[in-house]
């Protein structure tokens, strides 16, 4: 049976791409695309949330089946996590030395309590000025979604998109996803989940935290989300709790939540055909795109101009303002997103299980 990284490989290989054709494609960094073909995920040290999505991007632009490459990696880390049979052995105990350690053991925590006793003294009213301080820092916000329906967040201007599912266990899976990185989770109402959204798109300066938790889930497949915005502010040396009122107002978090449709049927056929896809520009765009997994477009556009290609079998788009970007197929007119922001959708053909038709969809990436 062939491992992930020989699948991953294979399906590269077998679509001409080089390791750095996907570099530009996905923003996964070169090292962790070869450790993912070369099966050394131990060598992807970024947590294992990031790990998942990394290994479920990479997946879905090589045009795998997402769920069995994740099913085949949690196979894996079952296997590596079982301990060795000789760990499992009893090792013979030497008592003297045992004796020796605890004992210093109990000496060095003697030594510690008494200095710590001391530093808590001196620094107790510090320690409760950066508590009230971050505590004044977080904004939270409601939100009663559908699953599979994508959140827009965004935090103190930097766009992030979020999603539930609801698995065939109940539990309710989670995606979040920024310019560079995804974190797939369990969400719970007993412990929300968190993140520094830094580590999903790595130009944010200020590092934040966003927690999420939720209400209730409904009959009709509606989910109560809570979600909580919050600063990783701590006071300096010499700041005062006067001070601390202006950092507050300097610092407070911008969380504004939004639904976004991601997915559209723009057409249904028998069979596949080829279509011939507009592209129309109403201002200043930096614009490129990947046709049937050949072609590449990658330039600026002026207010006006429009391109016009043969698609056969999927197309994909990237824009730098989505608002003044428009995409056109038959009767369909469609804008790709909102004014100053970037979007990267797929077009592409799908057998409908139910009806036996062709679909044509776009849907965000």
């Known amino acids: 049976m062939k491992s992930i990284g020989e699948i991953l490989t294979e399906a590269r290989q077998t679509k001409k ?9 996905t923003h996964i960094p070169k090292q962790y695309i070869l450790s993912l073909e070369a099966d050394q995920f131990e060598n992807i040290s970024v947590g294992e949330s990031n790990l998942l999505g990394f290994l479920r991007m990479y997946a879905l632009f090589l045009g795998l089946d997402v769920d069995k490459i994740l099913s085949m990696y949690k196979n894996y880390k079952l296997i590596e996590e079982q301990a060795p049979y000789e760990e499992l052995l009893k090792k013979e105990i030497n008592m003297k030395k045992i004796l020796l ?8 925590l003697f030594g510690l309590f008494f200095l710590l006793n ?4 001196i620094n107790l009213f510090t320690v409760n000025q950066t508590v009230k301080l971050r505590s004044n820092k977080m904004k939270k916000t409601r939100k009663d979604i559908l699953f599979n329906q994508e959140l827009v967040l965004s935090v103190d201007g930097y766009l992030y998109y979020l999603k539930f599912s609801l698995s065939e266990t109940q539990d309710i899976e989670g995606v979040i996803r920024g310019e560079d990185a995804y974190r797939d989770f369990l969400l719970s109402s007993e412990e929300p989940f968190s993140v520094v959204l830094n580590t999903l798109s790595f130009n944010v300066e200020v590092p934040a935290t966003l927690r999420i938790s939720y209400d ?6 509606r989910l109560s989300i809570y979600l909580e915005a919050e600063n990783y502010v701590s006071l300096q040396d010499g700041d ?4 601390s009122s202006t950092d507050r107002a300097d610092n407070s978090i911008d969380l504004d939540v939004s639904i976004r449709q991601e997915r559209e049927v723009l057409m249904s056929v028998r069979s596949s ?3 011939n896809p507009i592209i129309m520009f109403k201002g200043y765009v930096n614009y490129r795109h990947r046709l049937d997994n050949s072609e590449v477009i990658d330039r600026y556009y002026q207010a006006g101009e429009q391109i016009q290609r043969t698609m056969h079998n ?4 990237w824009t730098s303002n989505a608002g ?3 995409l056109k197929i038959g009767l369909n007119e469609i804008a790709l997103g909102r004014d100053g922001e970037v979007a990267v959708k797929i077009l592409y053909w799908q057998r409908n299980s139910t009806t036996g038709m062709l679909d044509l969809i776009i849907e965000d990436v």
């Open 17 to 25: 791409l080089t390791i750095e054709q996907v570099v530009n494609e």
């Open 101 to 108: 350690r605890v004992g210093g053991g109990i000496l060095l």
């Open 118 to 121: 001391q530093f808590f003294e």
């Open 216 to 221: 209730k889930v409904y009959s009709d497949k």
């Open 240 to 243: 005062s709790i006067a001070n």
């Open 273 to 275: 055909i080829p279509v």
């Open 314 to 317: 999927n197309m994909k788009i």
């Open 324 to 326: 003044r970007t428009t």
